[in-house]
């Protein structure tokens, strides 16, 4: 009996194999002479040979439509091991699915706001994502990425927001650099998590596929094919924001996130944020999407804070 072994490095094993395995049952079904063994983020294959390259050949075809499409409908996993044409270009463009995440979790777009959002960033380099507190726009935006990065589209995400405490003076953070500037980030390491593996995710970091760091890192940088989001922008300096915004190289997609209620700068800087969508706004190729109340997908008095914030503000 020959074994074959196929390694799923770059998609999530669940992709593949379903929730509950039920992707893997329907394999096993096509295939009843050979043994499918999933073990981790590897699949082994147990029969006679022709039969084994058969079903490794499906398997590539499996996921290389996963890169592409970022789903696996049942209905095409039963084309794919039938034999039949591959996807149409229609296919997965219009429910919001932007990634699975960890243990089965489909990750998409969910409210207008968001889905102007992603359609948006498809069709813009740059791409200002501006909205109240809750709207997802980060969350969002870090799918993107996510998506973008396991289509191959891009070689790596970075990920960069100021590091401007929010009314408080934290003083003197104890710890190395990393330890410093970490809680500023904790918002983006959470959506992380939620989208890649813990192990497959730590990779990435360590070899700099995925990079979160500080805005300032940024200086004097050239990011060529990479998506790279700069978060909490309402917090950037003009200066700052013009710095980031020039980093731009080859195959490059920018999303810039902000909330211009929530602005942390001392009063003697100006938030770069508004001046840069206004002086941007006509250029081709740059996007700007308005989220607001209706996005709010937190708890549902998150929503009804906002507006009364707002009222406050018009009072004043």
């Known amino acids: 009996m020959n074994e074959f072994k196929i390694k799923l490095d770059d998609v999530h094993p669940i992709e593949v194999l379903g929730i509950n395995n039920q992707n893997l049952k329907i ?3 096509a295939f009843p002479k050979l ?26 075809i499996m996921v290389s439509h996963i890169l592409r499409y970022s789903n696996l409908p049942e209905d095409r996993l039963v084309d794919i091991l039938g034999g039949t044409a591959p996807p149409s270009e229609e296919e997965g463009k219009d429910d919001g699915f932007l990634v699975m995440g960890n243990d089965g979790v489909i990750i998409r777009a969910k409210t207008p706001g968001q889905h102007e959002l992603v359609d948006i960033a498809n069709k813009n380099d740059m791409v200002f994502a501006i909205g109240p507190a809750g709207t997802g726009k980060t969350y969002t935006a870090v799918a993107i990425a996510v998506r973008a990065l396991k289509r191959k589209e891009v070689k790596r995400i970075i990920i960069t927001r100021p590091a401007v405490e929010a009314g408080e003076n934290l003083g003197f953070l104890p710890g190395d650099l990393k330890e410093k500037i970490d809680p500023y980030l904790r918002p983006i ?25 500080p805005l300032a890192f940024m200086r004097g940088r050239t990011l060529n094919h990479a998506f790279v989001i700069l978060d909490e922008a309402q917090n950037a300096t003009n200066t700052q924001l013009k710095m980031f915004l020039t980093r731009m190289g080859p195959n490059a997609k920018f999303i810039i996130t902000g909330d211009l209620t ?8 100006q938030s770069g ?15 700007i999407v308005e989220l607001s109340i209706r ?12 507006t009364a914030y707002e009222k406050f503000k018009q009072i004043e």
């Not at 959470?190 to 760091?213: C, F, G, H």
């Open 27 to 29: 394999i096993q079904q």
């Open 35 to 60: 043994k499918v063994i999933a073990r981790g983020n590897e699949i082994i294959i147990k029969g006679e040979e022709h039969e084994a390259q058969a079903l490794t050949d499906k398997l590539k």
């Open 189 to 213: 390491y959470d959506a992380l998590d939620d989208m890649i593996p813990s192990e497959k995710l730590r990779q990435y970091m360590e070899n700099r596929t995925i990079e979160v760091a």
């Open 262 to 269: 929530q602005i942390d700068l001392p009063k003697k800087n």
């Open 273 to 287: 944020l508004l001046n840069a969508i206004h002086i941007l706004k006509e250029i081709p190729g740059i996007g």
């Open 295 to 306: 996005d709010v997908i937190r708890h549902r008095l998150v929503k009804d804070i906002v």
